[in-house]
């Protein structure tokens, strides 16, 4: 857990907790809502802390802030106390997750898994990718109103059991990640965050017992892979024959962690990035058929394939615009200063926990006119930098799976805008519910399903603070 109290206090201002129970009251408005924060702050400064004067959490904006965190990846580390567990237990196999480890081990773990998201390996989960997509689509059913979001989740739930660890549609594919998808939610609940009591009934309880289950469950498929020997394609079979300068591979603890980081990283922020684009499509009629356009004529009827994508322009640009203005991560993981240093002329203690968020970097006015407007033209001439702009972080953290991620993404967007058209009942309310480092919709986004030929109709008014970060 990061060092949350007893700094001394700082220059850096920030809004005046409450006596008493401020501090409290503080932090758990940062984990109800860090959107709502984040955004309240980022017109105070470059450097801004949550709490005035106290370095416990500092917010930075801007590419400059971000840059000298980010290039800087020995000062500014992960927190490699993030996971707490017992000694021994299953969970505690985490702290070899490469959002928990730093220097060398993380440039050597992160070598190792590089194989696996090569371009050469990115071609062979092509027809995975598709594959599980046109099943998962076939149940899919027109006329019914169904949370779209759940059902983005299920298909690239089941397309990540097939691609990461070889796992067919069916029964251990379905209960492995409906499992993992129960301990994530528990682990970031604001509950099991703030109170990490192994007491019966407390969040971080169930969270350790279900890591205790899904941890056991990847140990039994890495040694079902390791007795089926050669022959396999899947992430998991070429992280776990990869091997460093020395010939050696990961550990099995390793191995463990990073079978769930992948889970995490891969999975839901994908499924969001999915259901996000499709919202945004469904409020803009005309983007939508542009890109229909785009798709009948590269593709016609026919299921994309690689190749295809550069041929598409305008898909291109709509999941760059989408992954812009609401990014399925907002924050990045908080980097935690590890010696005494400075940040935009503002001295940080060792133990400052930073805060950097892509959703307030894209949402900045001087480098995306217009940010609360959904123009996917806007990537035409646009090159911003990797510091304006990074939905996957960037530098020496950024994710492993972007390339595998965009791929994913750009194959399954045309597969079910070919089959179907989208619209939002009048009166839904579309609400943000952010929870761990990713932005969900509250509700979910209940969508009637339409067969793709419908004809476009005028979009019905929707409420909620969706529009805090949209207009349309």
């Not at 890495?222 to 024959?241: F, P, S, T």
């Amino acid at each position: 857990m990061p060092q949350l109290f007893g700094f001394d206090k700082v220059k850096i201002r920030g809004p005046k907790p409450f006596p008493l129970i401020g501090t409290m009251v503080s932090l758990y408005n940062l984990l109800d809502d860090p959107v709502k924060v984040a955004m309240n702050l980022r017109n105070q400064g470059d450097v801004v802390a949550l709490m005035d004067q106290n370095p416990a959490v500092v917010f930075v904006f801007g590419a400059e802030r971000n840059r000298e965190i980010l290039s800087q990846s020995a000062m500014f580390q992960h927190d490699e106390d993030l996971i707490k567990a017992p000694p021994k237990s299953a969970m505690s196999k985490m702290r070899y997750g490469m959002v928990v480890i730093n220097g060398d081990i993380h440039k050597r773990n992160r070598k190792l898994m590089q194989p696996a998201f090569q371009k050469s390996a990115l071609d062979g989960y092509a027809p995975d990718i598709v594959a599980t997509t046109r099943v998962m689509l076939d149940q899919w059913q027109i006329g019914e109103v169904a949370n779209v979001d759940d059902l983005c989740r299920a298909m690239v739930l089941a397309m990540a059991m097939k691609c990461f660890y070889g796992l067919d549609i069916g029964k251990d594919a379905h209960e492995l990640g409906h499992l993992a998808e129960e301990w994530g939610k528990t682990l970031v609940a604001p509950s099991t965050i703030l109170l990490p009591f192994n007491i019966p009934g407390f969040g971080y309880w169930k969270s350790l017992k279900l890591g205790e289950v899904v941890v056991n469950y990847l140990d039994s498929i890495i040694q079902k892979k390791r007795q089926m020997g050669e022959g396999q394609k899947d992430v998991m079979w070429l992280i776990m024959n990869s091997r460093d300068d020395e010939g050696k591979t990961l550990s099995e603890d390793e191995l463990v962690a990073q079978a769930a980081a992948l889970f995490f990283a891969g999975h839901e922020t994908t499924a969001i990035t999915l259901a996000w684009s499709l919202f945004l499509l469904e409020r803009h009629p005309a983007i939508h058929a542009a890109l229909m356009a785009e798709i009948n004529t590269v593709l016609g009827e026919r299921a994309p394939r690689s190749d295809d994508i550069q041929q598409m322009d305008l898909l291109d640009r709509v999941i760059k615009e989408s992954m812009r203005i609401l990014p399925a991560v907002p924050f990045l993981f908080m980097r935690v200063c590890a010696e005494n240093s400075t940040i935009g002329g503002f001295a940080v203690p060792k133990g400052s926990n930073m805060m950097l968020s892509p959703l307030a970097a894209h949402h900045d006015p001087n480098i995306y006119p217009e940010p609360k407007n959904f123009l996917p033209d806007r990537w035409i001439n646009k090159t911003p930098s990797p510091y304006d702009y990074l939905p996957f972080g960037v530098g020496a953290r950024a994710c492993i799976g972007m390339l595998f991620a965009e791929r994913a993404l750009r194959l399954m967007l045309p597969m079910i805008l070919q089959r179907f058209r989208f619209s939002l009942p009048a009166g839904t309310r579309i609400d943000r519910l952010t929870r761990g480092n990713i932005l969900h919709p509250r509700y979910g986004l209940p969508m009637r399903i339409e067969s793709a030929s419908t004809p476009a109709e005028q979009i019905a008014p929707i409420f909620g603070d969706i529009h805090e970060l949209l207009e349309y």
